[in-house]
């Protein structure tokens, strides 16, 4: 395996994007992309109005895939979850 994602529920019309991994030797190839593509249609599929995603902004590789497959940022907030000062991002999309 080199790579995964989750979908899971958040409520009835909204799904949450969660945990995608690429393994580092693997990365740079469009896994992740066409994971996130897979994730957008199985919500369709599942019938989610909303497809939802929380990230880090440091995580700029995940963050690109997110903006080009249609993601909106809808809010960032500062936390210190990790030991370091980081910025929190929630993305939406809209299906």
């Known amino acids: 395996m080199v790579g995964s994602v989750f979908l899971v529920r958040k409520n009835k019309t909204t799904g949450k994007l969660r945990l995608l991994y690429v393994e580092p030797s693997t990365r740079g190839a469009g896994l992740g992309r066409r994971l996130v593509q897979e994730c957008?249609?199985?919500a369709r599929q599942l019938g989610y109005r909303t497809l939802m995603l929380w990230t880090n902004?440091?995580?700029?590789a995940a963050r690109h895939i997110y903006e080009q497959e249609g993601f909106v940022l809808t809010h960032e907030e500062v936390h210190n979850s990790f030991g370091d000062?980081?910025?929190?991002q929630t993305w939406e999309m809209k299906l």
Do not use: K
Not at 57 to 60: A, E, I, T, Y
Not at 85 to 88: C, F, R
């Open 40 to 42: 957008i249609r199985t």
């Open 57 to 60: 902004s440091v995580l700029d």
């Open 85 to 88: 000062a980081l910025v929190g």
